[in-house]
């Protein structure tokens, strides 16, 4: 789920900021496969370059 999207809510949390919430056990699933997923390609280089 990602969240901060409320209108109401943007005016005190920072412009870049969202939240993200996910169980515990996918999260750990999302963590063990990082190092096989869109975060180790060329693309992704280039956005983090940006961020």
Known sequence: ???MFDVSARP????ETLSFAVP???F???VDDMEQSFL???SWAKV???I
């Open 40 to 42: 180790i390609t060329d």
């Open 48 to 50: 983090r370059k940006r």
């Open 28 to 30: 750990r699933c999302m």
């Open 12 to 15: 005190y949390v920072p412009k």
């Open 1 to 3: 789920m990602i969240g």
């Open 24 to 26: 515990m056990n996918k």
